[in-house]
């Protein structure tokens, strides 16, 4: 049985992130439309935390969905194992649904009118409520040699494991036809950019920094319609555009024109 988790206030999750004050967005001119909810997604040790405080120094608020899992296993007479973290949140999303740890921010975010960036997205189901809040998803990955270095340099309560140990649980979380379930490979094909972390953490901020240009005016990728008669090369030129685009870290998905 899983006890203390009130979804609908999300208590101990409020309690457990707190951070700065956020800082109001900017309002939304007619070619940007500015976003409240950034979540964040990548494999352990890929750099998602120093995603986080980019972004916090900005006016995003850190709500770490890891922050609340360890007191709610102690509180289930388990270790505060990343193993048995990962097991308490699907029961929580059995429980109450697959999205409501993500959810519950998203709504938080709105009602209160704050800036969040959520840490992180894992499912399917929370990438979609995301999406469906109006937010972001923001990746960041590396190669599993560098990421199993990073944790054990960190040495955090959970990263003291051996690489085969971190091997297991990449795979453990990589795929699932359970869209309540760790599935990093759906939720990296429905992120709007993904950023290869192979550097230092002002690399990364630096990367991040000329992907998103100032995060108070971090926007969705907009839609472009392109207009022209047959045979004009339209195609040609939106692969064009696909391709710079995508040497960024920003995807653009490619429809075929309208009749």
Request: charged residues 25%; hydrophobic residues 30%.
């Amino acid at each position: 049985m899983l006890d203390g988790y009130d979804s609908r206030q999300s208590r101990q999750l409020s309690q457990a992130n707190r951070s700065l004050s956020p800082e109001k967005l900017d309002r939304p001119s007619k070619r940007h439309r500015s976003v409240s909810i950034v979540g964040l997604a990548g494999p352990n040790g890929a750099g998602k935390g120093c995603c986080a405080e980019y972004l916090q120094h900005h006016g995003f608020q850190h709500k770490q969905i890891r922050g609340l899992l360890p007191k709610l296993v102690l509180d289930n007479g388990m270790e505060p194992t990343r193993p048995n973290m990962l097991a308490v949140a699907n029961k929580l999303r059995d429980r109450h649904g697959p999205a409501v740890l993500v959810q519950d921010l998203c709504e938080e975010a709105k009602r209160l009118g704050r800036n969040y960036v959520i840490d992180s997205v894992r499912t399917a189901a929370e990438a979609t409520a995301v999406k469906h809040a109006g937010g972001l998803l923001l990746a960041v990955n590396a190669s599993e040699q560098v990421r199993y270095e990073r944790i054990k340099a960190r040495q955090s309560a959970t990263d003291g494991i051996s690489r085969e140990q971190f091997r297991e649980q990449d795979h453990a979380e990589w795929s699932s036809d359970d869209p309540g379930r760790p599935n990093l490979e759906s939720v990296l094909e429905m992120c709007d950019i993904i950023v290869q972390n192979r550097g230092s953490c002002e690399e990364l901020q630096q990367q991040l920094h000329q992907t998103l240009g100032h995060p108070k005016q971090v926007c969705r990728p907009c839609q472009v319609c392109l207009v022209g008669p047959h045979g004009s090369s339209k195609t040609t030129l939106l692969k064009k555009v696909q391709g710079k685009l995508l040497s960024s870290g920003i995807k653009v998905e490619i429809c075929e024109e309208l009749a």
